[in-house]
């Protein structure tokens, strides 16, 4: 069974940090690329930040530019999303994603290009 797995959600207060954890088993997910997306109540999803199959390059939305840091982690199939200097902006529920074709040259932004979703874990950033 494919599935991935999220945790490290929680309650927080602004300018504090969170470190988010992915986990997935059921496919060779070193030949995916995978992401972050959030979604807010009332907000469509959206892309956060991705790490391409190859584990050699990260990108990032514009909105947490400098202040998320995603990567993969020793053991295998997984990957982390740290997050400091949180703001209150930043609360949602945060989703981990493993892309749908295998090794592409550049991640995609679009939740739509992802098959495999986590149940998502909520992230509260107070003021």
């Known amino acids: 069974q494919v599935q991935v797995v999220e945790s490290g959600g929680g309650l927080v207060q602004a300018g504090g940090s969170l470190r988010l954890t992915c986990a997935a088993s059921?496919?060779?997910?070193?030949?995916?690329?995978m992401a972050w997306f959030r979604q807010a109540p009332g907000n469509e999803r959206e892309f956060v930040a991705a790490?391409?199959?190859?584990?050699?390059?990260?990108y990032y939305a514009d909105s947490i530019q400098g202040r998320f840091t995603m990567s993969r982690g020793n053991v295998k199939d997984t990957v982390y999303l740290q997050m400091n200097s949180l703001k209150p902006e930043d609360t949602a529920v945060y989703y981990c994603?493993?892309?749908?074709?295998?090794?592409?040259?550049?991640?995609?932004?679009?939740?739509?290009?992802?098959?495999?979703w986590g149940q998502g874990t909520q992230v509260t950033v107070s003021s």
């Open positions: 790490i391409k199959w190859s584990g050699t390059t990260t």
């Open positions: 994603a493993t892309e749908t074709s295998r090794q592409r040259n550049k991640p995609s932004r679009a939740p739509e290009d992802y098959d495999v």
């Open positions: 059921g496919r060779t997910f070193s030949s995916y690329a």
